[in-house]
């Protein structure tokens, strides 16, 4: 099988390195241009080690682009981890057309945060989606699907590394072998379903301590390990990582009021919220340094009665 791989970051390297584990042939890699002061691409890199060449286009729409593909004259287009457009007119030209991964059970869930939002819903089974790309975001044929569970406590960096990373390399593997061997069904998405959700950025991380309990737990691990949960301490941001949950049983077991610290030990602080409070067991001050909640209380100077998101 003669493929073209058009990608970027870790994901698009390990599904390079994937297809030439395997003998596959690679005609050659597209990434997207590296912003000014930025480490060289990992795919790019990958590619460049075992001699491939290696396209890095402003845009996939140009003729550039374009006329760079048909050259490759590739069996089959891959996509893998992929933030620029690409047209139909480009996605088409590889013999058997493309691919493309996405880490979600489409229809649910299209768009570029796909991982954050099922887990900030409290979710408990989620996946990934192996399609047709169209002009449409996230809205071609299905080729093959996977699912995974999201445990109760699991983190975006749990979920994605541990299941869909690995997952999404092997689906994309067996269903190129699908598309080469003509041995695929491809069925439309059900729109009645579908779903969109766009960037989980900082706005959109940001705790208010008024939220219940499970929405800010689930939002602290759906935002971990990026773009991280934050609220505030004092005017400053104040991001919260690996962090537990503790409910309330009674109205008497709730200390304090909303964003107020109730406790601190050498390990975590407290925070209330409504129905409990949530532990923080890592967090990262304006400083940049990640602490342990502990480390973090004692060089922030914080004690029970400290009110965070002021």
């Known amino acids: 099988m003669r493929i073209a791989i058009i990608g970027q970051l870790d994901y698009g390297k390990a599904v390079l390195d994937a297809f030439l584990a395997r003998k596959d042939e690679v005609a050659g890699v597209f990434c997207a241009p590296e912003k000014p002061g930025a480490k060289a691409d990992p795919l790019k890199v990958a590619a ?10 402003a845009s996939l729409r140009g003729p550039e682009a374009h006329e760079a593909m048909k050259e490759l004259k590739a069996d089959l287009g891959i996509m893998a981890y992929v933030l620029q457009f690409a047209p139909d007119s480009f996605t088409k030209i590889p013999r058997l057309g493309t691919i493309q991964y996405h880490p979600s059970l489409l229809p649910k869930y299209r768009g570029p945060s796909s991982i954050n939002w099922p887990i900030i819903r409290g979710d408990t089974r989620t996946g990934l989606t192996i399609f047709r790309p169209t002009e449409g975001l996230d809205e ?72 219940h309990i499970d929405y800010i737990y689930n939002l602290i691990r759906g935002c971990n390990p990026a773009p991280g949960a934050w ?48 532990e923080v067991l890592r967090a990262r001050g304006a400083d940049g340094k990640k602490l342990s909640g502990g480390e973090f209380a004692r060089a922030a100077g914080l004690t029970a009665g400290t009110l965070l998101g002021n």
């Not at 030990?265 to 409990?276: E, L, N, P, R």
């Open 231 to 278: 609220t505030t301490l004092n005017g400053k941001k104040l991001q919260i990582f690996d962090a537990r949950k503790h409910l309330a049983r009674r109205f008497a077991d709730v200390v304090g009021k909303a964003g107020e610290v109730s406790d601190v030990t050498d390990a975590s602080f407290k925070v209330t919220a409504q129905g409990g409070a949530i």
């Open 48 to 57: 460049q080690e075992n001699g491939l060449k290696v396209n890095q286009f």
């Open 140 to 211: 071609g044929p299905v080729v093959l699907q996977k699912e995974c569970d999201i445990g109760p406590d699991e983190t975006l960096g749990d979920v994605y590394f541990n299941k869909l990373s690995p997952m999404g390399v092997k689906a994309t593997l067996e269903a190129a072998d699908l598309v080469f061997a003509g041995k695929h069904r491809e069925r439309p998405q059900d729109e009645s379903q579908a779903s969109y959700e766009g960037w989980c950025r900082e706005a959109e991380a940001r705790i208010h301590w008024a939220s």
